[in-house]
């Protein structure tokens, strides 16, 4: 869908710096306009004698307006809520104290060197992003089971959402030398 409305937006542009151009006589020398107007006299004629035309184009490049607008928003607003959910004041704190317990007691299990968690979502639809860093020689299936049993389940617990959905990305740590 992103790919079809950069396309729109991308041809849009091109189409409205071309009648921006020829407006001001760029091509005059390449298509020989000059003097002419843009549109068809045909469309001028129809478009000066008929007093609804240009009134309802406006209208309706006022409504696609406001409808990329309005899309704009919508699709501020879900990133924002990507990284910062909408919850109330309490639950943030229980959620920011229960967090430094997990990332404690994730880096205690053997293999893991390092962890990030963040409490996304919506107020709705929350859930809980956890990235874990470990060593080569961790066992990931074993790490990811002791997770899910002991610091996740606490997690969930102290924010007060048993059924709160639970994301975790594994990665090799990074090599310092």
């Not at 696609?64 to 919850?87: E, K, M, T």
Request: a positive charge; glycine letters at 10%; one cysteine or more.
């Amino acid at each position: 869908m992103r790919i079809a409305i950069a396309a729109t937006g991308t041809a849009l542009l091109l189409c409205g710096g071309a009648a921006l151009a020829a407006g001001l006589g760029a091509f005059d020398a390449l298509l020989a306009v000059s003097g002419r107007p843009l549109l068809d006299p045909a469309l001028l004629r129809f478009a000066d004698g008929s007093g609804w035309f240009l009134p309802v184009a406006a209208g309706v490049a006022e409504i696609v307006a406001l409808a990329g607008q309005l899309w704009l928003v919508f699709q501020c607003r879900a990133l924002v809520h990507r990284w910062w959910p909408d919850l109330d004041a309490q639950t943030r704190a229980a959620a920011r104290t229960a967090a430094d317990e997990l990332n404690r007691d994730a880096r205690e299990l053997p293999g893991v060197q390092d962890t990030r968690v963040r409490l996304t979502g919506t107020a709705t639809r929350p859930r809980l992003r956890m990235r874990v860093a470990f060593a080569g020689d961790a066992l990931v299936g074993e790490v990811y089971g002791e997770l899910g049993a002991g610091p996740v389940e606490r997690y969930r617990q102290a924010v007060g959402m048993p059924d709160l959905p639970v994301v975790i990305r594994f990665r090799p740590a990074s090599k310092r030398g």
